[in-house]
């Protein structure tokens, strides 16, 4: 799993195209997310085009675990191919409270809508 870090914008992009396994990204994930635990505030865009082969609720439990809630709505925009990752997407949304996950049909779609959202709840 590659990941960039956007600290100006905060905004966390991972890239599952590698060929990374759902259990590989978790275990780069969460000394990650462990080590700077204000990344649970930011949005973040997951590039996976296709979702990896072992993903499982297990994994998700994981991170679920380790959530810290944000002060103000964030979002995971899913950058993927995957025809169901909606309806994880879906459910995600109740084990991370204050996180909104949304599919996208690319990374740069994925920081399109945060930047969209983002200026819709500026005020003037």
């Known amino acids: 799993m590659q990941h960039r870090f956007y600290?100006?914008?905060?905004?966390?992009?991972?890239?599952?195209?590698?060929?990374?396994?759902?259990?590989?990204?978790?275990?780069q994930a969460i000394p990650l997310l462990e080590g700077q635990p204000d990344l649970w505030s930011w949005d973040w865009v997951i590039d996976t085009?296709?979702?990896?082969?072992?993903?499982?609720?297990c994994q998700i439990a994981r991170l679920a675990e380790l959530f810290r809630k944000p002060e103000a709505p964030v979002v995971t925009a899913f950058a993927?191919?995957?025809?169901?990752?909606?309806?994880?997407?879906?459910?995600?949304?109740?084990?991370?409270?204050?996180?909104?996950?949304?599919?996208?049909?690319?990374?740069a779609a994925g920081f399109r809508l945060i930047n969209t959202r983002r200026a819709s709840t500026k005020m003037n």
């Open 49 to 57: 085009r296709a979702v990896p082969t072992d993903a499982s609720v």
């Open 80 to 107: 993927t191919d995957d025809r169901f990752l909606h309806l994880w997407a879906r459910v995600m949304d109740f084990q991370f409270p204050g996180r909104k996950h949304l599919i996208v049909s690319s990374a």
């Open 7 to 27: 600290a100006d914008e905060r905004i966390l992009h991972l890239d599952l195209n590698s060929g990374v396994t759902a259990q590989r990204a978790l275990a």
